[in-house]
């Protein structure tokens, strides 16, 4: 049987009979996706290393990605639309939702069809089997742990007697506190039912697609084929476009100042990755085009690399702007370090280096764009609209307002979503084809082209008394920031405020360089160069603990900034300090895991265990700078309320609590809320997704929203301050009603009786909140934030010291988060934050033409994480709605510090280099047996 | 993708027609290396022959004194082979930490050992068991040890026109230990992997394998250091001495999971690691 393209398969597709014709080689999630209109199957590798494709084929977990269609014959297969029948959610899907397992979503259809494979087998497993059918998937979000509880939890049969009580939240309704409780998550259903759209799962149906062509070379200069010449050889190929197309400003970033990083490059290239040229046509010929075909011709210059290579003066700088590549410096200055350490007791010091880390969010850059009119709507995942839109109106030369960002669901975004990616790109095309254009990166682009984790090579030293009552701390750190500025002067001027850790420390000096090199941009990643500069403070606070023969948690707790306490720009703690109560929270399981790891290696010659901790502080909001949120709530004529979200939810849950604090404020049940999610046509700006910032700052603008809406209300109703609300929403025809009580007795606002405004809402409210700061001097004296979260985490790992392998045990996390506004959710952000956490600590290490794709950046699996004991301490902050501020990033930071110290504690040996991975570990072990 | 023909034959016969007509054909089994590959662009035929429904490819079975491993088998189904898992239960533990279950119920133990990956998981076990591949071809068929099976990463001894049919293993005599050192738990390669059976006789090493993966340009055996072994009762020294050999023998490269230098190191102690837990 010979078959020249296609064949004809059939098989048995969630129950129903599909016979199509198709490449026989065709990759099935292809089929899913675009030929049957399936888009719950996410793709995140399109290589069979991340696992989102997973589907169940005649029973078994496969990956769609890695499954040809011929092979399908006469198979059954499931997918998870497949899942919940007649809109009823299967056991599985209830208790994911009921765990809060899915955050942004991406990993969840294919953790389902993973565990639902399991459950078809298995219908009671145990934890290990259950790591084992997961071990195909990854998730960046959730570090696995509820996931792995969900589907334990589906297993079990008493948890069918509670599902009546999940599917049907009326129970809720009647609950008018909705702050504090585990309320289930607003967007959850879509999660896990596959209904939920990402970048990649929508477009208008005649787009063009469009693919960027990216440079193989750090360094080159390049001529290409007129691009005329190219469109005749390919007449699937619409147009090609070049530097010269861009319409307004060929460079963005993110500073107002600083727009230095081109759309498409022109004539020279700074990274291996960077975007020389656009591909816009159909997508088998966008596809297939190649360099030969496009005339490229590079001439390949020797790069600038490392922070070595940046500062020697011996080619010609990155950007002909800047001579010495120093983009940017940061500077701190308490009292007088030097005198302080020739005071102190006991001095120790260090150098430290890490390397450059990858988001790994499982989404790649993905979405469209189209003109309306003489407007351009751009639909993609960000996690910054407002500023999107801005950046996307310079390059095009358009107004603001004439740039609309409508987000999709984000699938993971931890600071990489915060660049521009495919938007300009998608924006120039679509304007000038007058036609829409899609675009979705692929795993190995999204990797080459993307912003990473600051790579940093610092030293630090740090002075105590006899006592034990830190004197002195002093830090300088070099950060490769790559070819660009993206995040680099954030990174520059956040690290000198928190390197010296939450600690009262007399005495600070931080002086901090971003370098640009050759390599890809570092930008914005969970923690703007702290989680690298805590490396070092950490460090130090152990080596101090040691020479003092003080308890390294003790030693923690004395040194603790307290309420009243000065940091070290020298700003006055007011509030919300809950360092003390964190670190003490820890104390009897440090006690106890020190206690057994000792009693394990008596007995143990070659594996040794060992616990270590970390502290966080980091402040809720940008450095110094206003960043102000705006929210806005609105009740239609039905009844219908509305919650007009502005900031993004990236999968930690912003359109959950924003609703929840919102509720409160106003008086009404959260479950009566709907929500519209950052579009800039509908919703106002609320900033960023970054700097730990929406809960405190977004979630105050919410409360304040809630409370005018409120007001309004009560003065309309003549009622008294106090008075309960209760909204009747019903279908259009009889128009709802807001029944408003108090002692007096009760007044009904019939909805339909107000005049609408256009958009249909007839009573409104609006909230602003922007955090108090004051600049910092030329010192770096100031009150760069409003409000600090504070943290601690310990870890226990076991050390094969023969083969240099490390396993984190277990991990326990305090946070002060002022006000859990939903548990569910900061547990989640947390033991997320710990997954990432371990893997800057342990693995995670990206390379430039080595570790571009998700097989050789290796990112911890379900197998790798420790059992997560997550304890929330709640001190309020007076400032945050109801009392919360953030959590984002204080849930990473502590993590790979507490993992070093506890190596440390099991083999006596400090490792100095990011990642440890097996052979650095390895190395170092040796080294200190021939010492 | 560029156009490509597609047959999928339900017979052996069939397929070594086919090769013969179109040498050049690629055979896919599970198809998770040559998806992969045809994406990257490093594999493009023009003609691809599917395995799928040849059934003569799998199944695993006893005959006489020895066990017939066809080589169409999916990993998973190893794993879930109750006498697999009685006679060689360290082959059915490296099927085990391949991948996932995912790729794991796709790819076969053929294509697992004709993509010639020197860290594939499964060849050291086999060469440990002394299997030997089962060859056939339009002119004939030949039984060649899997020793002497691989010539370099991705290139083996098969010829044009002949395909892998199936393994045959003898009566397993001894036990087989089987280690993946790997960083990560799930989804990684193999840094290094090291199979060593032995058979002993009141304490003697009657007959010793030590196979080793990723160690070398093709997946190896560590003949001196089986040599080493045989006919010596296991004390710690040998057993270090046999690490330090099998570390000498093989010659790993530097590479993103480990420089060569770890890699010798690492031989040396999972090598005398499997050794302990065979004593």
Not at chain 1, 145 to 153: F, G, N, P, Y
Not at chain 1, 478 to 488: E, P
Not at chain 1, 535 to 563: G, H, V
Request: with cysteine; glycine share 10%.
């Amino acid at each position: 049987m010979s078959i020249t393209e296609k064949t004809s398969v059939s098989f048995t597709l969630n129950g129903t009979h599909h016979t199509i014709t198709v490449n026989p080689l065709r990759r099935f999630s292809d089929i899913l996706r675009e030929d049957l209109g399936l888009t719950g199957t996410k793709v995140g590798c399109d290589a069979g290393d991340c696992g989102a494709c997973t589907i169940q084929v005649d029973g078994k977990q496969r990956y769609a990605c890695l499954t040809a269609a011929a092979q399908l014959k006469g198979c059954n297969v499931r997918t998870v639309e497949g899942l919940s029948s007649n809109g009823n959610l299967s056991t599985l899907q209830l208790a994911f939702l009921d765990e809060g397992a899915a955050q942004c979503g991406i990993c969840t259809p294919g953790m389902l069809m993973a565990a639902q494979s399991l459950l078809d087998q298995t219908p009671n497993p145990s934890e290990p089997q259950v790591l084992d059918a997961l071990g195909g998937v990854l998730c960046r979000c959730t570090g696995y742990t509820k996931i792995v509880q969900a589907v334990l939890k589906a297993g079990q049969s008493s948890f069918s007697q509670t599902i009546t009580e999940i599917e049907n939240p009326s129970s809720e309704i009647n609950r008018q506190k909705s702050v504090g409780t585990r309320m289930l998550k607003v967007d959850g259903y879509k999660k896990i039912t596959g209904e939920e759209i990402f970048g990649a799962d929508n477009a208008p149906e005649n787009s063009l697609w469009l693919r960027a062509v990216r440079s193989p070379h750090a360094r080159a200069t390049f001529t290409h084929a007129d691009p005329e010449t190219v469109l005749k050889k390919f007449p699937g190929l619409v147009r090609v476009l070049t530097a010269d197309d861009v319409p307004g400003n060929n460079g963005f970033g993110i500073y107002p100042h600083i727009k230095d990083q081109p759309v498409l490059a022109k004539n020279h290239v700074r990274f291996r990755g960077e975007a020389v040229l656009a591909l816009v046509g159909d997508r088998e010929s966008v596809e297939s085009v190649t360099e030969d075909d496009l005339g490229l011709k590079w001439e390949v210059l020797e790069a600038v690399r490392g922070w070595k290579g940046a500062l020697s003066g011996k080619l010609e700088p990155v950007q002909s702007e800047v001579p010495d590549n120093v983009l940017a410096r940061g500077f701190l200055k308490k009292n007088d370090v030097e005198m302080a350490f020739s005071e102190s007791d006991i001095v120790v010091e260090g150098k430290w280096t890490t390397s450059a880390v990858e988001h790994g969010y499982i989404e790649p850059e993905a979405g469209y764009a189209r003109k309306v009119g003489q407007r351009l709507e751009i639909f993609v995942c960000t996690q910054t609209p407002y500023m999107d839109r801005d950046e996307v109106a310079q390059v095009m030369g358009l107004e603001p307002k004439q740039i609309r960002i409508i987000p999709s669901a984000v699938g993971g975004g931890f600071g990489g979503k915060l660049d521009l990616s495919l938007q300009p790109l998608v924006a120039i095309a679509a304007w000038i084809l007058e036609r829409p254009v899609r675009c979705i990166y692929t795993r190995p682009e999204s990797l080459a082209s993307t912003t990473k984790r600051h790579p940093v090579s610092m030293s630090a030293k740090a002075g105590c008394n006899r006592d034990g009552k830190l004197t002195a701390f002093e830090y300088h750190g070099d950060f490769n920031t790559g070819a660009y500025a993206s995040w680099g002067p954030t990174v520059a001027d956040r690290v000198p405020i928190h390197c010296s850790g939450p600690y009262l420390v007399p005495s600070v000096l931080a002086k901090t360089r971003a370098l640009l090199t050759n390599e890809s941009p570092s930008g914005a990643f969970r923690g703007f160069g702290v989680p690298q500069g805590s490396i070092a403070s950490e460090a130090l606070m152990d080596d101090l603990a040691e020479k003092t023969e003080i308890d390294p948690l003790e030693f923690r707790i004395r040194n603790a900034l307290r309420k009243g306490d000065r940091t070290a720009t020298s700003q006055l703690l007011e509030n919300s300090v809950g360092q003390v109560e964190c670190l003490e929270a820890l104390q009897s399981h440090w006690q106890i895991w020190r206690k057994e790891a000792g009693v394990f290696n008596q007995n143990s010659t070659h594996k040794k265990r060992g616990v270590g901790c970390g502290s966080v502080w980091y402040g809720c909001g940008n450095t110094s700078l206003s960043n102000p949120s705006t929210m806005q709530v609105g009740i239609n004529a039905d009844g219908k309320i509305t919650l007009y979200n502005g900031a993004m939810d990236i999968g930690q849950g912003a359109n959950t609590i924003m609703i929840q604090i919102c509720a409160d404020a106003l008086g009404l049940p959260a479950t009566q809320f709907e929500y519209v999610m950052g579009d800039t046509d509908l919703t106002a700006d609320a900033g960023k997704t970054s700097a730990s910032r929406q809960a405190f700052v977004s979630g105050k603008a919410a409360q304040l929203a809630g409370e005018n809406l409120r007001a309004k209300i009560i003065l309309l109703a003549e009622a008294a301050e106090n008075a309960t609300l209760c909204l009747e929403q019903t279908d259009s025809s009889s128009g709802g009603k807001l029944i408003v009580a108090d002692k007096t007795g009760s007044q009904e606002i019939i909805l339909a009786d107000i005049l609408p405004l256009a958009n249909g809402d007839v009573l409104t409210g609006e909230g602003t909140f922007d955090p108090p700061t004051t600049p910092l001097d030329e010192n770096g004296q100031g009150s760069p934030y409003a409000t600090y979260g504070f943290g601690a985490h310990i870890a226990e790992v076991e050390v094969d010291t023969l083969l240099g392998t490390t396993k984190v045990l277990r991990l326990a996390a305090a946070h002060d988060v002022g006000k859990a506004i939903n548990p569910t959710q900061l547990e989640g952000q947390i033991q997320g934050g710990i997954a990432q956490g371990l893997g800057m600590a342990l693995m995670e290490e990206y390379i430039q033409g080595v570790s571009e794709n998700l097989h050789d950046y290796l990112m911890p699996t379900v197998g790798d994480m420790p059992e997560i004991k997550v304890i929330l301490i709640e001190d309020q902050e007076p400032l945050g709605p109801f009392g919360a501020k953030g959590i984002g990033e204080h849930a990473l930071i502590p993590t790979a510090p507490a993992i070093l110290g506890a190596i440390k504690q099991a083999t006596g040996v400090s490792i100095n280099h990011l990642p440890v991975t097996p052979d650095r570990l390895y190395t170092a072990l040796r080294e200190a047996e021939n010492k | 993708m560029k156009p490509f023909e597609h047959f999928a034959p339900d017979s052996v016969g069939e397929v070594l027609d086919l090769l013969q007509s179109i040498p050049k054909a690629k055979l896919i089994a599970g198809g998770t290396d040559l998806l992969l590959q045809m994406k990257q662009g490093s594999a493009q035929p023009d003609t691809v022959i599917s395995l799928k429904n040849v059934e003569e490819l799998r199944g695993f079975a006893t005959r006489k004194a020895r066990f017939r491993l066809g080589a169409g088998m999916t990993l998973r189904g190893i794993t879930r082979s109750p006498e697999l898992k009685k006679h060689f239960p360290g082959l059915v533990y490296a099927a085990s930490v391949v991948a996932s279950e995912q790729i794991r119920s796709l790819a076969t133990v053929g294509g697992n050992i004709c993509n010639a990956s020197p860290s594939a998981d499964l060849i050291p076990p086999l060469l440990a068991l002394d299997a030997v591949a089962h060859i056939v071809s339009r002119d004939g068929q030949r039984d060649i040890p899997l020793a002497d099976f691989f010539k370099g990463p991705g290139k083996t001894i098969l010829k044009s026109g002949e395909i892998l049919l199936s393994l045959f293993l003898p009566q397993p005599s001894g036990n087989m230990f089987y280690s993946k050192h790997a960083p990560r738990q799930f989804m990684d390669l193999a840094v290094v992997g090291v199979a060593v059976r032995l058979q002993k006789n009141q304490g003697m090493v009657r007959e010793a394998r030590v196979a080793l993966g990723a160690v070398g340009p093709t997946p190896l055996r560590a003949k001196k250091t089986e040599a080493l072994l045989t006919g010596k009762t296991l004390t710690p020294k040998l057993m270090l001495e046999a690490g330090e050999m099998a570390a000498d023998e093989c010659s790993p490269i530097d590479d993103i999971r480990g420089s060569a230098w770890y890699r010798k190191r690492m031989i040396k102690i999972h090598v005398r690691r499997n050794l302990e837990a065979l004593l």
